[in-house]
């Protein structure tokens, strides 16, 4: 008899095929191609060699773009630290990979203004979201309030009550209450047009439309004017609070038909959160969706949410339960891990620190307090017992996350560094998450090559700076008398030593 393959040998080839597919050849396969995909962390075609997001960088403005190392492969993360080294970066585009031209670029003001002086939304800080694939570096997009993507001529997306599909990987652990962290469909004009204007993936715990199992966070739809956890009634038990760190969100929607979908991206298969009719309200059956895509903010630009995202993609058609699934594993395999937060020199947990300004004629100044204000003041070994326990920090394990650090006061113990309308403070830890956010920190080598540049863990585009001896966390660039790029890098770079008490 000659060999023959067996069948378990042609089933294997087949899922190898699968295997070496990425996300949007596995769409196609199903029948649902997609109309575009956005990642800064990898390629989502196995083909695919293109540009996957550009970025800009402080110290001249000029922007370059960023590819995966290999084709289907993960981002040249070295490309970016090398052009972004000693200076700020920003991503100002993430391209679409579907050829679809559906890139997604700083969005405009809509019905809510960004804080940009023309009512624009804020770029995301390139480095605010650093992760592994398959142990290679690459950073993913760190939103922030205020931070928002945006394309309102997209082509070919779906539009009215045609069927579509779309899934993301975000970070399970970086969530607000805010509205709202969306990823998918909304308004070409940037306004809240009705009921069933959007379909887009949210993730956060605003309980004010729809909610899920215990506190949050979860994944709903905002179908506009409506976080959806399910149909009706509001509450969808089976739509649980996510913890993993690394998160997979599905929704899609067709006639009368929708659906979530969530796992863990880091392991594990898809569960079905909710699978049914649209919501009884009227104006969510049909659908009137208008075929712009978000990413960070709301259709109306409502900018308050934050949230990470690593890859997403839409499709057109109502992909299967199964192409879902097998994209699940193609994330799986993509191996998410967290990496390193910080770089420069290290600060030890528990040690005494004080932190000395490097800007020419600023450098007999430390960062101290004066009751609340957090400010700069001329200390020296023969200052008072007094001055120096005011320019002396506890290094703590970060509040928030603890791959960064808070700094706690010497002199005014459970009292930390935070922001707050963007001056830094000294304030009490009251224990809630705001404050946790606000009061951690992640050092990085310093921008002048001195020292420490300590970056807001929560707006990493922001910096501790000092401007006319008080400290703020400034921006490189932007738009407050403290975010001056004259000087900027000087500024926001500090000479650590041990603490003075
Ligand atoms: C700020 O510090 C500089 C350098 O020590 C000093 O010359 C200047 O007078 C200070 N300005 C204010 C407003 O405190
Ligand atoms: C870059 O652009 C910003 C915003 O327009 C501006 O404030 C800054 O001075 C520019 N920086 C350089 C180095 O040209």
Redesign the pocket.
Known sequence: MSPRPSLFGLALAAMSTLIAAGPCDLYSSGGTPCIAAHSTTRALYNAFTGALYQVKRGSDNTTTTIAPLSAGGVANAAAQDSFCASTTCLITIIYDQSGHGNHLAQAPKGAFSGPESNGADNLASAIGAPVTLNGQKAYGVFVSPGTGYRNNAAKDTAKGDVAEGMYAVLDGTHYNGGCCFDYGNAETSSLDTGNGHMEAIYFGDNSGWGTGAGSGPWLMADLENGLFSGSDPKNNAADPSISSRFFTAVVKGGPNQWALRGANAASGSLSTYYSGVRPKASGYNPMSKEGAIILGIGGDNSNGAQGTFYEGVMTTGYPSDATDNLVQANVVGARYATTSLTSGPALAIGSSISLRATTA??T??YLAHTGATVNTQ?VSSSSSTGLKQQASWTVRSGLANSACLSFESKDTAGSYIRHYNWELQLNANDGSKQFHEDATFCPQAGLNGQGSSIRAWSFPTRFFRHY??VTYTGSNGGVHFYDAATSFNNDVSWAISTGFA
Do not use: D
């Open positions: 004629g600023y007999t100044r001329i006319n001896n």
